[in-house]
């Protein structure tokens, strides 16, 4: 998201801020009850990828999550308040946190539209507890940053959350605000650095032979309880590591991310260490937007073709292949299902289109339903992770054999990640086409849908194409 420098706004002055902030400090000196404020401020158009990258330090939590194709993009940094999460009750728990909250939530605009947040931002891992001891995430981790820089189209706004309690000292919280906002609205902020590094051997990985034979083998285990019986569709998922001269820089990996995947989510979470977790992912769980909830059945794929030609005859294919159509009815179904069993009535078309993506193209059946406005948007997170694009169906049998036969934890890999703002609006992807840096070092992951009729020669091929693509921005 490159944009070219437009007016700078009159900042308000620290008396302005300062008065605000009194108001809303005689509340709570009153009720002796603390208040996060939530100050929203109009910026002139910039970059909140690039804003993140100069502003954040690697030592405070940062979140992102960008919509190339919508023109939305939330750079989010610094915790104001975190709490973490785990066990078969995560997303209920973790919603009566941000409800409790929001309760305290006190948004005022400083020449700013309304409804620009604060934003809650979520990370889940697939299972409810994290096996692998390199993974520094918990199962479950809501935060509310203290900076967050929202871009909707050719609007910015920068989001100041305080707490404030009766003894805040609030000209050191002006003067904050107001140096923020200095920085943010600074000139570089309007374009992301190309950076470099190199991905040492191979930028596009391949799995070695003993790995290509274990992923088969895996492949032809679904496939046997397949005909079995045991199963209808199996996700295999494979993680590949590999290695830099240079530490990894993931502002610029996702700025490589947006430009060659436009039609992907854009998602990253860092920590307060050196560990990122980022990826394109194609796949929205859902989103909840004023009464009317919207996700995908994102299921079946094929390689985009070299010509034009060849891609329509591929699309045509994949449209008209009962293999990928019995894969992707078992996602569509299961989702329907499950809103139905939360009491909503889905609205879909019968047949599916096809989304092209810059290396793969998939079948796609966008599912909306109305929604009450008071609803809890982790309810419905939890009544669709996993969907079967993910895991499989049957979905306990399909998460047993995920836990028990895939060589590497999935932590953070195909889960829900998002945020959650105070009226109740929310968006979810699902955390697919991801990476894990850490250092000098990085873990690639990718997934297959196994249902009858599948080949594991071709899923080997389709694996390697997505690894390839992610490779190639780290590369």
Same mark, same amino acid.
């Given at each position: 998201?490159t ?12 008396e ?12 709570v000196?009153q009720?002796?009850?603390a208040?996060?404020v939530?100050?929203?401020f ?7 990828l690039?804003?993140?990258g100069?502003?954040?330090s690697q030592? %405070?939590r940062?979140?992102?999550?960008e919509s ?8 989010a940094w ?7 999460f785990?066990?078969?009750r ?8 941000i409800e409790r ?7 005022i605009?400083?020449?700013a ?9 979520c990370?889940?891992?697939f299972f ?7 993974c520094?995430?918990?199962p ?5 940053m203290?900076?967050?820089?929202v871009?909707r ?6 989001v100041?959350n305080?707490?404030?309690?009766p003894t805040?000292? *609030?000209h050191?919280?002006?003067?904050g605000i ?6 943010v609205?600074r000139?570089?902020n ?7 590094q190199a991905v040492?051997? %191979? ?12 992923f088969?083998?895996?492949v ?5 309880a ?9 996700v295999v998922?494979?993680a ?5 001269a240079?530490?990894?820089q993931?502002?610029?990996?996702l700025h ?5 995947h436009?039609d ?6 860092m920590g307060a ?6 990826g394109?992912?194609?796949?929205? *769980?859902?989103?909840i937007?004023?009464g009317?909830?919207v ?9 985009r ?5 060849e ?6 294919q ?8 019995r ?7 299961f ?7 939360e ?5 879909y ?11 793969i ?8 339903a109305?929604?009450a406005?008071t609803?809890?948007p ?14 499989g ?5 399909a998460?047993?054999l ?6 590497c934890?999935?932590?953070l890999?195909a889960?829900p990640?998002?945020w959650i703002?105070?009226?109740?609006n929310?968006e ?5 086409r991801?990476?894990r840096l850490?250092?000098?070092s990085a873990r690639l992951?990718a997934g297959a ?9 071709r ?6 194409l997505?690894?390839r693509?992610?490779?190639e921005?780290?590369?």
């Amino acid at each position: 998201m490159t944009v070219a420098p437009s007016y700078l706004p009159t900042l308000p002055s620290e008396e302005a801020i300062l008065r605000v902030l009194k108001t809303c400090l005689k509340s709570v000196q009153q009720s002796d009850v603390a208040q996060i404020v939530s100050l929203s401020f109009d910026l002139p158009l910039v970059d909140p990828l690039a804003v993140l990258g100069a502003i954040a330090s690697q030592q %405070q939590r940062q979140y992102y999550l960008e919509s190339p194709a919508r023109g939305q993009a939330i750079a989010a940094w610094d915790s104001l308040i975190e709490s973490t999460f785990q066990g078969n009750r995560r997303f209920q728990v973790a919603q009566q946190w941000i409800e409790r909250w929001t309760r305290c939530l006190k948004p005022i605009s400083v020449g700013a539209e309304q409804g620009n947040g604060p934003y809650f931002f979520c990370s889940f891992s697939f299972f409810d507890r994290v096996d692998e001891p390199q993974c520094s995430w918990a199962p479950g981790t809501v935060s509310l940053m203290r900076w967050q820089v929202v871009r909707r189209h050719q609007r910015c706004v920068l989001v100041a959350n305080v707490l404030l309690k009766p003894t805040t000292h *609030l000209h050191y919280l002006a003067a904050g605000i107001l140096q923020q906002l200095r920085r943010v609205i600074r000139p570089w902020n309007c374009r992301v650095g190309r950076g470099s590094q190199a991905v040492q051997g %191979q930028v596009a990985p391949r799995l070695s032979e003993v790995e290509a034979i274990a992923f088969k083998d895996r492949v032809n285990q679904a496939l046997l309880a397949i005909r079995q019986g045991e199963l209808q569709k199996q996700v295999v998922a494979h993680a590949i590591d590999v290695s830099s001269a240079l530490p990894f820089q993931p502002i610029v990996s996702l700025h490589r991310l947006r430009e060659q995947h436009p039609d992907c989510y854009i998602f990253a979470l860092m920590g307060a260490q050196p560990t990122a977790f980022i990826g394109a992912s194609p796949e929205r *769980l859902l989103s909840i937007r004023e009464g009317r909830l919207v996700t995908d059945a994102l299921a079946g794929s094929a390689p985009r073709g070299a010509t034009p030609l060849e891609d329509r005859r591929l699309a045509q294919q994949l449209l008209n292949t009962p293999k990928e159509q019995r894969e992707h009815q078992l996602v569509r179904d299961f989702i329907v299902a499950q809103l139905s069993q939360e009491g909503l009535r889905a609205h879909y078309r019968d047949r599916p289109q096809v989304l092209k993506l810059s290396h793969i193209q998939h079948l796609h059946t966008p599912i909306c339903a109305e929604v009450a406005e008071t609803v809890s948007p982790l309810r419905f997170v939890e009544a669709l992770h996993p969907t079967p694009a993910v895991a499989g169906v049957p979905t306990p049998i399909a998460c047993d054999l995920i836990r028990n036969h895939e060589p590497c934890d999935r932590g953070l890999y195909a889960a829900p990640f998002g945020w959650i703002d105070s009226a109740g609006n929310s968006e979810f992807i699902v955390s697919i086409r991801s990476a894990r840096l850490q250092g000098n070092s990085a873990r690639l992951y990718a997934g297959a849908g196994i249902v009858e009729g599948s080949d594991p020669d071709r899923e080997l091929v389709e694996i390697q194409l997505k690894l390839r693509a992610l490779a190639e921005v780290l590369g």
